[in-house]
């Protein structure tokens, strides 16, 4: 990969992608993202050269200085970009596609069960939002979103939304997906009860029973002294 022509392409990326960017002189100069970005070209060039002390050490060097942890052996895509950096990790499996975005504070982490690819893979054009941690061996697919904020632990389709902790997706496609539907197909406490509704009607029909008993002794006691008070009265 030729390091001008990253530099240019993530120059641009940042004039399409931020409002508040600035001529290429100052974009260059100003946004940590970037340099980590570039940093981490050079330290995954040296992974794979054999020369992994020197990338590692370079790569906790890129972390003092901007704030954002990317391990040399991860895959990143053309024109990456991350805004106001500061608080990012990207785990070693990691893979990220072309032209994807991430904020300050997102984890492309490991869930810490598994070992091996443990680290997300995010398609092209995934945008992942300020704070949010995606975590395991899971596929973000192409123009998906992640809100800020979010805990993503399962895929997340192509051209979705998701937020939320867990993530859940909450447009897809362009139209939105009904949350109550999805969390009570998710969680077991929503499912109908048959045999709790059963025995709730029973317990009802019990309590009516029990009412109709009681109306009829009282009825009966009732018959029983006046038939003792005619008996007395002859
Ligand atoms: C998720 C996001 C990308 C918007 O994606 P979108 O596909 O346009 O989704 P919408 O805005 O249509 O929102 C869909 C639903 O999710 C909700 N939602 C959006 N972002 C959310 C978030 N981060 N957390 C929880 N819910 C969120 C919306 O309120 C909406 O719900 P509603 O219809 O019940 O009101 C955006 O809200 C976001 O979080 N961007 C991150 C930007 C960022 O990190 N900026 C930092 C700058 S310093």
Redesign the pocket.
């Known amino acids: 990969m030729n390091i001008f022509r990253v530099i240019a392409e993530d120059i641009q990326a940042v004039k399409d992608r931020d409002p508040a960017a600035q001529n290429s002189f100052v974009i260059w100069l100003t946004y940590p993202g970037l340099h980590a970005r570039w940093s981490h070209v050079i330290e995954h060039w040296l992974w794979n050269h054999g020369l992994r002390s020197l990338a590692r050490i370079s790569s906790q060097f890129t972390r003092f200085m901007t704030g954002v942890e990317i391990h040399p052996a991860a895959r990143i895509g053309r024109r990456f970009f991350i ?2 950096a500061m608080g990012v990790i990207i785990g070693e499996t990691t893979i990220i596609g072309d032209d994807c975005t991430l ?2 504070g997102v984890t492309l982490g490991g869930t810490g069960k598994e070992t091996g690819k443990r680290h997300p893979t995010l398609g092209n054009n995934v ?1 992942v ?2 704070g949010a941690s995606v975590l395991g061996n899971i596929t973000i697919g192409d123009n998906a ?1 992640v ?4 805990v993503v632990v399962s895929d997340v389709p192509p051209n979705s ?1 998701a ?2 902790i867990p993530g859940r997706v ?2 897809r496609d362009g139209q ?1 997906v009904e949350i109550e539907k999805q969390a009570a197909a998710q969680h077991k406490e929503n499912l109908p009860d048959l045999v709790g509704e059963k025995c709730e009607g029973l317990g009802e029909r019990i309590a009516e029973l029990e009412a109709e008993m009681m109306q009829l002794r009282a009825l009966l006691s009732v018959n029983e002294q006046e038939l003792e008070f005619t008996a007395s009265e002859d």
Do not use: P
């Not at 809100?147 to 979010?150: I, K």
């Open positions: 805004d106001h904020y300050q945008l939002g300020v979103k809100g800020g904020g979010a939304t937020v939320g909450v447009v939105r």
